[in-house]
């Protein structure tokens, strides 16, 4: 939801309390197994999914991270 609503992975790893090291990490593994090849790309495949677009409007802190979109 970070990432959607525009933070850059910086301020991710300050919001999440982990490091830049570790959100670029976790990036480029969403963006392999996506093949999303830039963000806006890559947020445009999560506010396709009905449970991301769904719980948009929730703080990050709310929203249940065990939601699957369940599309390939």
Same mark, same amino acid.
């Given at each position: 939801? /970070?990432l959607?609503? *525009?933070?850059k %992975?910086?301020?991710?790893? +300050?919001? /999440? *309390? &982990?490091?830049? +090291?570790t959100v !670029?990490f976790h990036?480029r593994n969403?963006f392999?197994? +996506? *093949?999303?090849?830039?963000?806006a +790309?890559?947020?445009g495949? /999560?506010?396709?999914? %009905?449970?991301?677009s769904?719980a948009?409007s929730? %703080? &990050? !802190?709310e929203v249940?991270r065990?939601?699957?979109c *369940?599309?390939?």
């Amino acid at each position: 939801m /970070l990432l959607a609503s *525009g933070d850059k %992975p910086a301020a991710i790893a +300050t919001a /999440l *309390g &982990v490091s830049a +090291t570790t959100v !670029a990490f976790h990036l480029r593994n969403i963006f392999e197994k +996506t *093949g999303a090849d830039r963000q806006a +790309t890559l947020v445009g495949i /999560l506010f396709a999914c %009905p449970a991301i677009s769904e719980a948009s409007s929730l %703080p &990050v !802190a709310e929203v249940n991270r065990t939601d699957r979109c *369940g599309t390939e």
